[in-house]
């Protein structure tokens, strides 16, 4: 399996397959929104978009980064969305590096979201879909976050090993130390960024807490986010 890691200024191409990684916090939220019961999560290209989108459909869910915002209903934090009751709901998330990534990629012909709490769901489905060349896309910043490229580095690690070796919960502890330990953990644990709950960041280095992976793909014109099964 050929990898590559890439910032999503750096995508010149449109790859293959992409990975789009987010750990602090997208891809942690749609995955905690889906274990929550939501059906799809909408990626929105802008806040404005977001919020017509929820206009139009009163029942759908907006989320946003940063602090509370009117007419959205909660912000894009693990800690808050887990104590939703998402069942059968959509939810529109826009978030300043994630769904940006996701859409950078929207082309692909798979485009997978994840994070350290989808890791092994998300490289068992790489290696059914036989994968010969993956494009993990670091969201965070510039390409230099150093949780996603952990979270990225881990992942492809599991999809090269196999399907025959063991899970890699031993493997990621210094993958984990190294998001740990990252400037977004920082900026979340001491308040820099806003709308952050108190167990964000230890919610975002779960290892493998869901048994899905996230998928994108086209639903009519928009790009929206579904769980799968490897």
Not at 66 to 94: C, E
Not at 97 to 122: D, I, N, P, Q
Not at 138 to 155: K, M
Not at 180 to 204: F, M, N, Q, W, Y
Request: net charge neutral.
């Amino acid at each position: 399996m050929e990898i590559r890691h890439l910032g999503i200024a750096e995508l010149t191409e449109v790859p293959s397959v992409a990975v789009v990684i987010d750990v602090m916090r997208a891809f942690t939220v749609a995955a905690w929104a889906f274990a929550r019961g939501a059906e799809r999560i909408v990626l929105a290209e802008s806040l404005d978009e977001a919020l017509a989108l929820r206009a139009r459909h009163p029942d759908w869910v907006a989320i946003k980064d940063g602090p509370p915002a009117p007419r959205f209903d909660t912000v894009n934090s693990p800690g808050m969305v887990r104590s939703m009751d998402l069942r059968g709901r959509t939810v529109v998330q826009k978030t300043t590096a994630g769904t940006v990534g996701a859409l950078a990629v929207k082309e692909a012909s798979l485009v997978l979201c994840a994070g350290f709490v989808v890791a092994e769901a998300t490289a068992r489905l790489l290696r059914a879909r036989a994968c010969d060349t993956v494009t993990f896309v670091v969201t965070g910043e510039d390409g230099r976050a150093e949780e996603d490229l952990a979270c990225a580095q881990y992942i492809a690690l599991r999809a090269a090993e196999g399907a025959g070796t063991a899970e890699g919960g031993g493997q990621a502890a210094a993958f984990l130390r190294r998001a740990a330990g990252s400037r977004a953990a920082g900026e979340l644990a001491t308040g820099v960024r806003k709308g952050v709950h108190p167990d964000d960041v230890a919610l975002c280095l779960e290892l493998d807490r869901f048994p899905f992976a996230m998928v994108a793909g086209w639903d009519g014109a928009r790009m929206t986010l579904r769980p799968a099964s490897p």
